[in-house]
């Protein structure tokens, strides 16, 4: 299914230390940069093998619990629901990060080994003094983006969708990538909201073997999407709302990622509005969620300066951009109402 998609946009993805974020921003598809990270310790040492990469791990750990998820065989590298959904078919355990790499390493060669994942783990917690020599300068232009580390074995993040723009940089072992524009939810099956295996909807097909009777619109997506197999060393920006879904295609596999919003912080994820509109507008009759649909477009979809521009300044309230002081009013505002 894989051969016959889109491929991803590549670009000379330069230095480390010389993201080309603007050019990325601006284009807002996804994109490789070959050999991005090539040079990060972490990277040379997992191509000498797994136990090097593990080995270079440990030199870093300073000991504090990590969780991570944990599943038997049957599970097949796959976080995902049981088979009713009422449930996550992985457990979630806490412990420490090399008795978890001695895991890993113990079941290197099975055939259909427990799954185990290391998931979103921020480094700077856990690993200290790795960014050293293993990491992309954001701070040189001005943005915040702590790296986290994804750590496990043949694991497949099913196809999901994350509100910041990223950059997932393959540090040891090969990942395949297949990517979805925004529009293509309507045919990529999102399950429930909650619980969810990473934190946000997943799509309910199985990649592996797509039933095409039980989601026939899967067809239209996979007119559209595009994919990739990161080697060590390469790096993936995906914009924003971009669906993905990620296959770890070797033993040991390990990302390193850099999520980056697109907002100040004072400004929430939209998810908050999501529920709100579930909750407030999804059941009303036809004509007034058409109506409010007319609303919404005047206030939020439409240009940002409409709505206000006919108001005297000092008239403009919450319909002048938000600045910090704005954004905590809103947030008082909004308790208020929702606790009466």
Request: glycine share 6%.
């Amino acid at each position: 299914m894989f051969d016959t998609l889109l491929p991803v946009r590549e670009i000379q993805g330069g230095r480390r230390d010389d993201l080309p974020l603007e050019r990325l921003l601006d284009d807002a598809v996804p994109t490789v940069m070959r050999g991005l990270a090539g040079d990060w310790g972490l990277v040379q040492a997992g191509l000498q093998g797994p136990q090097a990469a593990m080995d270079y791990l440990r030199g870093h750990y300073n000991g504090k619990p990590v969780h991570y998820s944990w599943g038997d065989p049957s599970t097949e590298g796959r976080p995902y629901y049981n088979a009713d959904f009422t449930a996550l078919n992985c457990e979630v355990r806490r412990g420490q990060l090399d008795q978890v790499l001695d895991d890993l390493a113990s079941h290197l060669d099975d055939p259909a080994p427990p799954t185990y994942y290391v998931a979103s783990l921020l480094v700077d917690y856990c690993l200290p003094g790795m960014r050293q020599e293993n990491d992309l300068d954001f701070a040189a232009k001005g943005v915040q983006a702590p790296p986290a580390i994804w750590i496990g074995n043949r694991v497949t993040a099913s196809c999901h969708y994350d509100a910041p723009n990223n950059i997932a940089c393959c540090a040891v072992g090969r990942r395949r990538f297949t990517l979805f524009p925004p529009a293509q939810i309507h045919n990529l099956y999102p399950g429930p909201l909650e619980p969810t295996p990473g934190g946000q909807a997943v799509s309910m097909v199985d990649f592996r073997d797509p039933d095409f009777e039980r989601y026939p619109r899967f067809r239209e997506a996979l007119a559209h999407a595009q994919t990739v197999v990161l080697e060590p060393g390469d790096a993936l920006f995906i914009p924003s709302m971009w669906w993905h879904h990620v296959q770890g295609l070797d033993p040991f596999t390990v990302l390193v990622n850099y999520w980056w919003a697109s907002m100040p912080a004072w400004i929430p994820t939209p998810m908050h509005a999501l529920y709100h509109a579930i909750w407030t507008l999804r059941d009303r009759p036809e004509v007034e969620k058409q109506a409010w649909r007319e609303v919404f477009e005047y206030y939020v979809f439409g240009d940002s300066g409409r709505a206000a521009e006919h108001l005297p300044e000092a008239a403009r309230n919450y319909l002048a951009p938000f600045d910090e002081v704005q954004a905590r009013r809103m947030r008082a505002l909004l308790i208020n109402k929702l606790n009466r």
